[in-house]
C-alpha cells in the first residue's frame, strides 16, 4: 500500500513569490491534514478536512494561506505570498476511519520543506 | 502557551540499555496519548498510545506509562538499539476529536 505522497520535497523561493505544495492520500482515507513543522518544534495543525470539507481551519493563516481537496482525494496548500517567517517543513498526514480504531493516528507524508529567502 | 510539553531535547543511551523519554501536558480534558518517531527527511511514523483508561501500554519494546495524577507519560524502550536513534515526539487529544497536539520531541540517541 502506498503511503501518503508529497511534492516537491524541497522548495526554495523568495520572499513574495507564490508557492503550492501538493498531498495525495492513503486511498480511502477521507481525513487529511495539513501541518507546518518549524525547526525543533512539534507539527502544528493548519487545516484538517473531512472529505472535500475543511472543517477546523483555525490555525491558517488565511491571509495568505489556501488550501483545497478536490473531490475528496489530494490536496493542495497554497501560500500567497510567501514571507521569510513560512521558512519550515510542510507535512501531509491522513487518517481512515476503521470501526474500533481511534481516529487519532495519523499517516504523515515525508513533507515539503520550504526556504524563503 | 504549550500544552504538551518534552522538557528533554535530546537524550543518549547506550544500545542495549533503557531510554525513558519523558513528556508532561497541561490540559486535564486529553484523553488520548501517542507517540511517534521520526527518522530524517521522513514524516513522523506512529509507533504506540494509550488511552487515559489504562496507565500502561506495551508493544514489543515499547512501553507507554500514564499518571494522570500528575499529567505525566513516558515511552520506554527495551532493550535500545541503534535503530531507535530518532526524534520521539509525544502528542495527545480530546475526546471525539482529531486534532492532536505535538510536544517539541526529543532526540534519543542509541550508541552502539
Known amino acids: 500500500e502506498a503511503g501518503v505522497v508529497q511534492s516537491p520535497r524541497y522548495k526554495i523561493i523568495e520572499k513574495k513569490q507564490p508557492v503550492a505544495f501538493w498531498c495525495n492520500p492513503i486511498?480511502?482515507?477521507?481525513?487529511l491534514y495539513w501541518y507546518r513543522q518549524n525547526l525543533g518544534q512539534g507539527p502544528e495543525l493548519l487545516i484538517r478536512?473531512?472529505?472535500?470539507?475543511?472543517?477546523?481551519d483555525s490555525q491558517l493563516p488565511k491571509d495568505r494561506f489556501s488550501a483545497e481537496r478536490l473531490k475528496g482525494v489530494d490536496s493542495t496548500l497554497k501560500i500567497q505570498p510567501a514571507e521569510l517567517g513560512d521558512s519550515a517543513v510542510y507535512l501531509c498526514?491522513?487518517?481512515?476511519?476503521?470501526?474500533?480504531?481511534?481516529?487519532?493516528?495519523?499517516?504523515f507524508g515525508a513533507g515539503t520543506r520550504l526556504s524563503v529567502l | 502557551d504549550q500544552q504538551v510539553k518534552q522538557n528533554s531535547p535530546s537524550l543518549s543511551v547506550q544500545e542495549g540499555r533503557i531510554s525513558i523519554l519523558n513528556c508532561d501536558y497541561t490540559n486535564s480534558m486529553f484523553d488520548y496519548f501517542l507517540w511517534y518517531k521520526k527518522y530524517p527527511a521522513e514524516g513522523p511514523t506512529f509507533l504506540i498510545s494509550?488511552?487515559?483508561?489504562?496507565d500502561k501500554n506495551e508493544d514489543g519494546r515499547f512501553t507507554v506509562f500514564l499518571n494522570k495524577s500528575a499529567k505525566h507519560l513516558s515511552l520506554h524502550i527495551v532493550p535500545s538499539q541503534p535503530g531507535d536513534s530518532a526524534v520521539y515526539f509525544c502528542a495527545a487529544s480530546k475526546p471525539s476529536y482529531d486534532k492532536v497536539i505535538f510536544g517539541p520531541g526529543t532526540s534519543l540517541s542509541v550508541i552502539p
Open positions: 486511498s480511502g482515507h477521507n481525513t
Open positions: 494509550i488511552s487515559s483508561i489504562k
Open positions: 478536512y473531512e472529505n472535500e470539507e475543511a472543517v477546523d
Open positions: 498526514a491522513s487518517s481512515p476511519l476503521l470501526p474500533g480504531r481511534p481516529k487519532n493516528i495519523q499517516y
